[in-house]
């Protein structure tokens, strides 16, 4: 599994050459989000799977980057996907970058 920084992330997303899964809870998007991300809760991932791009380089992002690192790992050992990324920091690091973040 890769990671990438969040000023990466925002450079792969914006060239579309990835997209990005926030896997935080309802409750915690609300808050708010990276803009232009799909959301599908952590718990969703395996009933929702069909939405997990295969042909593409996929950024898994959460709040800290745990719960996205553990989707990654789950994801290239048991369902055979291979271009996913986990975003270093989450959402916390995306912010305190000084990128946006929709409300």
């Given amino acids: 599994m890769e990671r990438m ?3 990466q992330a925002k ?9 990005i899964i926030d896997v935080r809870e309802d409750d915690e998007v609300a808050q708010g ?9 952590m718990g969703d991932v395996l009933e929702r799977i069909a939405e997990v791009p ?7 992002s959460c709040r800290s ?14 369902e055979g996907f ?5 975003l270093e920091g989450g959402i916390t690091a995306w912010s305190r970058a000084g990128l946006p973040v929709t409300q």
């Fill in 33 to 41: 989000a990276i803009p232009g991300s799909r959301h599908i809760p």
């Fill in 82 to 86: 291979s271009d996913l990324v986990n």
């Fill in 65 to 78: 980057g745990g719960r996205s690192e553990n989707v990654c790992r789950y994801l290239e050992e048991n």
């Fill in 54 to 60: 295969r042909d593409t380089t996929v950024i898994f």
């Fill in 11 to 19: 450079a792969a997303a914006d060239a579309g050459d990835a997209v």
């Fill in 5 to 7: 920084t969040p000023e």
